[in-house]
């Protein structure tokens, strides 16, 4: 099986407003994307969880997008660009955004708690990098 949306043509700056579309219509608020060089390379909103504002970090991996990309022998060869990989990498994004709308809609989980692994502590890390770099201390 190919990467999901290998074949996208949307430009990442419309995938991204998308983004933005879904996220502040679930309550999402202070959206902004972050740039490097030029690239968009991640969004980061805030939801209040009990009157506290959390902040929350997704980011676009493009490089690694491309290089699954690469390693697929179904994604054609003239379609594994950089150009490509970012809009890929924000389709994906998109979709998976979506899918926790469809969670939180459903009322299987809250806004806040989906996008947890991706919650910034106060060293600027995600909650989920924080757990990984300390040897799941937290959950152990």
Not at 21 to 47: E, R, T
Not at 73 to 79: A, D, E, M, N
Not at 94 to 100: G, I, L
Request: proline share 4%.
């Amino acid at each position: 099986m190919a990467i999901l949306n290998y074949t996208t043509k949307i430009d990442s700056i419309k995938t991204i407003s998308e983004i933005t579309q879904c996220l502040v219509k679930h309550g999402a608020g202070q959206i902004v994307s972050d740039y490097d060089g030029g690239i968009p390379v991640s969004v980061k909103f805030m939801i209040r969880i009990t009157d506290v504002p959390v902040y929350y970090s997704l980011p676009a991996n493009y490089s690694g997008v491309l290089k699954a990309m690469e390693r697929n022998k179904k994604v054609p060869r003239h379609l594994c660009t950089r150009e490509q990989a970012i809009r890929v990498s924000w389709r994906i994004i998109k979709d998976w955004v979506e899918a926790q709308m469809a969670i939180v809609e459903a009322d299987i989980a809250e806004m806040a708690e989906v996008f947890l692994p991706y919650a910034v502590t106060k060293t600027g890390n995600t909650l989920y990098h924080e757990i990984k770099t300390n040897n799941l201390k937290l959950l152990k």
